[in-house]
């Protein structure tokens, strides 16, 4: 039964013209069976969405561009809406940081019985390639915040290199409300509460070799503290 599993590839894109279409050819050169691409484009202005095109008419990609609703967030939320019945779930950025080469190994422990399983920079053999110390320190300092706050035992909570089983996502999806990056920990935390079976696997993390980061790490820290606190208040309740 496993053999006719579907799967699907979530990526938000913005302004990804130098790296999508290499992207897209690496998963497709790993020849996965049953597997869907789903890009959620916010009304790029740099030519992927004309990259998006052509790509869709060589692979098996939907692409979706949203002009009035902008977010990595609810960019995922989105395209996690339109994957929800697919049997295996994953979700990685668009800028080359995540290795397409984990995707079979992710893949294989969720068909193993696994709700949800993170692609791991803390963990034994994960790593990070080209960062800046001050990144380390800051990607180090909140996941600590994150375990602190919400109790995970996760090494590496702000990962978005992720695989889910369908039945969780189905659980979960609705229970959404975070429209930034903050989303990450939020659909951790529900899948903790929705008792999940969760395993880290070590990956390679390498920083976007062309164009620019999307995130803003202070406004992205507070947005997320924030998250973190309604989710504590609300689990008391």
Request: charged share 30%; hydrophobic share 40%.
């Amino acid at each position: 039964m496993n053999e006719y599993m579907k799967s699907v590839i979530v990526i938000p894109t913005y302004n990804e013209a130098g790296n999508i279409r290499v992207l897209i050819q690496r998963i497709m050169s790993l020849h996965i069976k049953n597997l869907k691409i789903i890009i959620i484009d916010d009304d790029s202005s740099d030519g992927t969405k004309e990259i998006l095109k052509n790509l869709s008419k060589q692979y098996t990609l939907s692409y979706f561009i949203r002009k009035t609703k902008r977010g990595y967030g609810s960019a995922l939320k989105f395209g996690l809406e339109k994957a929800k019945n697919y049997d295996i779930i994953i979700t990685m950025d668009a800028d080359l940081s995540h290795n397409p080469k984990e995707i079979p190994q992710m893949m294989r422990k969720i068909k193993l019985g696994y709700d949800l399983i993170i692609g791991s920079r803390y963990v034994h053999g994960g790593k990070t390639i080209n960062w800046p110390i001050l990144r380390k320190i800051t990607s180090r300092a909140t996941n600590l915040f994150v375990r602190a706050m919400i109790l995970t035992g996760i090494r590496d909570n702000t990962s978005g290199y992720r695989a889910y089983s369908g039945k969780l996502m189905r659980t979960i999806v609705s229970d959404i409300n975070s429209e930034g990056y903050s989303i990450l920990e939020e659909m951790l935390f529900l899948a903790l509460k929705n008792k999940a079976r969760i395993a880290e696997i070590p990956i390679e993390f390498d920083n976007r070799k062309e164009g620019e980061s999307k995130a803003r790490m202070l406004k992205e820290f507070f947005n997320l503290a924030r998250t973190l606190l309604k989710i504590r208040l609300g689990s008391k309740k």
